[in-house]
């Protein structure tokens, strides 16, 4: 049973326009929530992060969005630049210290067009 | 800061034969995780060391990995005997304290099982 769900296998955006990515969770113990970002041939690295007690969290062109009640989150990228072509992994844990534990979604792949 | 280093980056292999993963995580991070990332879908935790003690196995197939961080820094991961099943990434990751959720990844194993 998939804890958190990125339905959407894949996204293409035009550049210089905003990508909408979503993910969803059925884990209400979940208290922390990850963005990651994957290149080919590369490892995940982390791109920002939400605690349950905000509803929104940006850094720069990135800013993730919490609905705690509907158990959604979305990462918006604006503007989206064709370096932000990536799979985005949406990750969740119930807390943020010593003792976390990812939970991961399957990603989604972004593509960004000139 | 150097990342987390992972050898070997490819390695293809005979069914039943024996395999090793090697990761050197950032300085410091006294938490290593091992995940598994098979083909279309997110990372999945094998086992976590807080320093040399493995604190979570319970995804960990124990008929046949095994893994060590004897000092409590550099972990290996092995598979013996591996099965065409195995064929997936297999990618290390450490975290520092209280900040466990924010893991940091090295570029991952690719194994081949033939």
């Known amino acids: 049973d998939q804890q958190v769900k990125q339905n959407s296998p894949s996204l293409s955006v035009q550049e210089g326009r905003i990508s909408i990515l979503n993910c969803d969770y059925t884990n209400s113990m979940f208290d922390y929530f990850l963005w990651y970002k994957k290149y080919p041939a590369e490892g995940p690295t982390f791109l920002i992060s939400i605690s349950s007690i905000k509803d929104k969290n940006e850094d720069g062109r990135f800013t993730v969005f919490l609905n705690k009640s509907a158990k959604h989150l979305s990462l918006h990228i604006v503007p989206s630049q064709p370096g932000d072509s990536a799979v985005y992994f949406c990750?969740?844990?119930?807390?943020?210290?010593?003792?976390?534990?990812?939970?991961f979604g399957k990603g989604i792949t972004l593509s960004v067009r000139p | 800061e150097a990342g987390v280093v992972q050898s070997p980056r490819y390695k293809i292999i005979e069914k039943k034969q024996p395999v090793a993963f090697w990761c050197n995580p950032i300085s410091g991070h006294n938490t290593l995780y091992w995940y598994l990332q098979n083909l279309g879908q997110g990372p999945e935790l094998l086992i976590r060391y807080e320093n040399e003690e493995a604190v979570d196995d319970s995804q960990l197939p124990k008929d046949r990995f095994s893994a060590e961080r004897l000092k409590g820094v550099d972990s290996t991961l092995k598979i013996q005997p591996a099965e065409l099943g195995d064929s997936a990434v297999y990618l290390c990751?450490?975290?520092?304290?209280?900040?466990?959720?924010?893991?940091?990844f090295g570029p991952g194993t690719r194994l081949t099982v033939l």
């Open positions: 990750a969740a844990s119930e807390n943020a210290g010593a003792n976390s534990k990812l939970t």
């Open positions: 990751a450490s975290s520092r304290g209280l900040a466990g959720a924010k893991q940091f």
